[in-house]
């Protein structure tokens, strides 16, 4: 009788991440830095250009949380859970923008000097 190579191990939890509790988030953060890695650059070279990247990322991962939340909160008929899921979607885009713009013109204006 042959023996296994490696003994009976416990498989791992398999951990699925909703999109309630941040899998949009994960999802539209990936697909906005992809999107925006190479748009108008050949590719991300210098300190401006990885911001640009970062800030759009998180920027596209608050926007698609916000949305599903907010589509959930519809199909619930929950609009006043869908105004706010917006609401606060479009500020936290906003924050990021402030947050991260003003870091990356500072940066650039270092870089013109």
Known sequence: MRTPILPHLPSAPVVTVSRAAGGGFVQGFVAAGCVSAF???PAPACAVDLKRVLRHALQG?????????????????????????????????????????????????????
Do not use: C, F, W
């Open 61 to 113: 991962g608050a926007a698609l949380a916000a949305g599903s939340q907010a589509a959930m909160a519809v199909r619930r008929q929950d609009y006043t859970g869908a105004l706010v899921a917006t609401a606060a979607g479009a500020a936290g885009v906003l924050l990021i923008e402030r947050l991260l713009r003003d870091s990356a013109k500072a940066v650039q204006e270092k870089k013109d000097v």
């Open 39 to 41: 748009q108008d650059h």
